[in-house]
């Protein structure tokens, strides 16, 4: 094949699927992971009725040791290798640290933190290799922000993936292997009903929400030009500088009094 192959995780809905969108759209085919096969399916039929690509899906679980290599493996035995990589896969565990199950948080730990580093690391040689290649780190603002109570690991884990990916870009600027983390905020998709919190985040202003759509279009701008973090929106990327510039203690006070918004502890 001489179309280059973009691997989306957690692709079945939300900033996932968009992100499958654009890069079907730029002439990537598309190989779609993530849990229901169901709604790879149609994804994968869209994607190929619409811009006429290639498409693989693998349904698995990045909570699950293995999953990695069943993926890449599955990718291999279609004679392919990726190309681009966004590692989009995530969700929140609610509630405060102490009243959650730790096979819980284990399990949020692999897919948020283990799966990225690991996919980053297994598909980078291939890349370099080739002198070519485009790695999306789905962060968020929290990441860029004091912690806050509830979902506790999720900001931490997001951090991760910053710094992550701050130090991927650096290692690999002069080898066509472009690194981005990307930092949305509020995002219309499926997050905050799996997480339980739609009540809560109901009640925040119109201006705080981004589409999907609009996350993934900036994701990929930002990766072809090869800046290390994009913040999608006006109003995040003023809240990211804004936590650059207050004192920690300012920032904690502030997540203190704003969490029950948006957090369930």
């Known amino acids: ?25 730029r002439g990537y085919d598309v190989a779609l992971t993530a849990r229901r096969a169901e709604r790879l399916t149609d994804l994968a039929e869209q994607l190929r009725l619409r811009h006429g690509v290639e498409t693989l899906t693998v349904a698995a679980d990045l909570a699950e040791p293995g999953a990695v290599d069943r993926i890449l493996g599955a990718i291999s035995e279609q004679g392919r290798q990726v190309d681009a990589l966004v590692n989009n896969a995530g969700y929140g565990v609610p509630g405060a640290y102490a009243a959650t199950r730790w096979e819980d948080q284990a399990a949020f730990l692999q897919v948020l933190i283990t799966s990225v580093a690991e996919l980053s690391h297994k598909t980078l040689p291939g890349m370099i290799a080739n002198r070519f290649g485009r790695i999306v780190n789905v962060a968020s603002v929290a990441g860029l922000a004091p912690g ?17 990916s701050q130090s991927l870009h ?20 499926e997050f905050h009903d799996v997480t339980g ?55 904690m006070a502030l997540m203190a009094r704003q969490s029950s918004r948006f957090r369930r502890a």
């Not at 119109?206 to 990929?220: I, P, S």
């Open 197 to 251: 919190t739609r009540a809560q985040v109901s009640q925040m202003p119109k201006w705080m929400w981004l589409g999907a759509d609009e996350v993934a279009q900036a994701g990929f701008e930002g990766v072809e030009a090869n800046r290390p973090m994009v913040v999608p929106g006006a109003p995040y990327k003023a809240i990211a500088t804004l936590a650059k510039l207050l004192p920690d203690e300012w920032g």
């Open 1 to 25: 094949m001489t179309r280059r192959l973009c691997l989306v995780t957690g692709a079945s809905a939300g900033i996932g699927a968009a992100f499958a969108q654009v890069f079907a759209s």
């Open 170 to 189: 650096l290692e690999n600027l002069n080898n066509g292997v472009h690194v981005s983390a990307l930092c949305p905020g509020f995002t219309y998709s």
């Open 148 to 164: 806050s109570a509830g979902h506790t690991l999720y900001g931490a884990a997001k951090a991760f993936v910053v710094r992550f």
